[in-house]
Structure formats: structure tokens, C-alpha cells
């Protein structure tokens, strides 16, 4: 029998943040915000350090593109991310601070911009296109897919309750929208050796909750 979430969780997953500048982050990118156009530059220019950093970090994957021309890479990313973001704002759940989920856009932005660049330099073969390979696992049976969800629920609420502030932010960066540990490094002012820290910790929590529930998770599986 599944539990009724806390106040706590039920807080998450309605999608309302939980710290005030996040609050005012949703609320300001709404058309009729009197602060809108201000909030949009802001952001833009936020996301446009973030991705001209992770086009820098990627840069052995970006042959022959250097100065100017990064510089106008980042920019369409940002422009991309921020358009995407006013437009998915009300998906935002507060489960994080609203510039780690923000982040998520530009880092997508620019993994889509680096394959392109990379495939006009070297087009993939007609092998890596196909979807032979994927096992068989990933297509999940009727009887699973209850109890997956189930599951889903339990992690949603250990997230929620069992982890601190900054575990939390950590893990939700970094496993769930596919963070890079440097941006995340560099937007809470701390190093990668304490963000390693945190999402080890985490994972720690969330394995030992979930195993509570009923659905323990070998070591490996959660790494």
C-alpha cells in the first residue's frame, strides 16, 4: 500500500518552488509580468555564460571553431534555450533552484549544435543509425510498467523528503537533466569534488529509501 505524501512532497510535485528566487524566476517570465523583458536579459545572459563554458569544455569535439564564431554558437543557444524555457516555465516542479533546471536547456542546445558540428566533419555510418542494438529490456512489459510507476512515485517522494536542500539540487542537476558537473560546479560557487560528494550521498539516501519500500536496487544500478 502506497503512502500519502507529505506536505513536503506534495509541495514538489504540485510545482510550486520552493525558494523564493525560483518563485520569482516563474513568476517574471510570464508575458505580463511588469518585470518580464528585464528577467528574460537576465536569463539570457545567464545561459549564455553556461553554454559558451560548456562550448569551451567541449571544445576537442569542435574542430576549427574558435573565437568569434563560439561566441555566435553560445549566443543561438541561448537565444534557443530561452525561448524553449518562457515557453515550458509552468513545467517547472521546484524540486531545484530554477537556474539548474534552466541550465538543462542550454547544455541540450549545445549537445545538439557540437553533433551536428561533428557529423558535418564526420557523418555517422549507417550502423551507429540503427536501432538493432537496443535490448530488448528497454521496452517495458504490461505488468511492469505498474510497477515502475509505482516505483517512480517512491523515488519522487524520497527526492522530496529524504535527501537535504543541496543533495537534492545535486542530484536533480545532475541525473535528472543531465547537468555537466562543471556548470553545476560553477553555479553554486563550489568544486567537483563536493558536487561528487553530494550526488554520492544522494544516491546513498535514495537506494536505502527505495529498498525501505520494497524496491531495493543493487549497488551498481544506482552509480
Not at 553555479?187 to 519500500?213: P, V
Not at 543493487?218 to 552509480?223: L, S
Request: glycine fraction near 4%.
Amino acid at each position: 500500500m502506497s503512502r500519502e505524501p507529505t506536505s513536503q512532497s506534495t509541495r514538489a510535485l504540485s510545482g510550486v518552488p520552493r525558494d523564493p528566487t525560483s518563485r520569482r524566476w516563474v513568476a517574471q517570465l510570464h508575458a505580463r509580468h511588469p518585470r518580464h523583458d528585464q528577467a528574460v536579459a537576465k536569463l539570457h545572459d545567464m545561459l549564455r555564460r553556461a553554454a559558451l563554458h560548456e562550448l569551451h569544455r567541449r571544445r576537442g569535439q569542435l574542430p576549427g571553431l574558435a573565437g568569434p564564431e563560439l561566441e555566435d554558437v553560445a549566443e543561438q543557444c541561448a537565444n534557443d534555450a530561452v525561448i524553449n524555457i518562457i515557453k515550458k516555465v509552468d513545467d517547472f516542479r521546484g524540486l531545484s533552484r530554477f537556474t539548474t533546471w534552466a541550465y538543462k536547456f542550454a547544455i541540450f542546445e549545445v549537445s545538439a549544435k557540437v553533433a551536428r558540428h561533428s557529423w558535418r566533419h564526420q557523418p555517422p555510418g549507417t550502423e551507429a543509425l540503427t536501432l538493432e542494438r537496443l535490448p530488448d529490456a528497454l521496452a517495458a512489459r504490461p505488468g511492469d510498467q505498474v510497477e515502475r510507476r509505482e516505483q517512480l512515485e517512491t523515488l519522487t517522494r524520497a527526492v522530496a523528503d529524504d535527501l537535504t536542500p543541496r543533495q537534492r539540487e545535486v542530484f536533480v542537476a545532475v541525473a535528472l537533466n543531465d547537468v555537466p558537473i562543471d556548470v553545476l560546479a560553477l553555479e553554486l560557487q563550489s568544486n567537483r569534488n563536493a558536487i561528487y560528494k553530494n550526488l554520492f550521498d544522494a544516491r546513498r539516501r535514495l537506494r536505502a529509501s527505495l529498498a525501505a519500500a520494497g524496491y531495493p536496487i543493487a549497488e551498481q544500478e544506482g552509480r
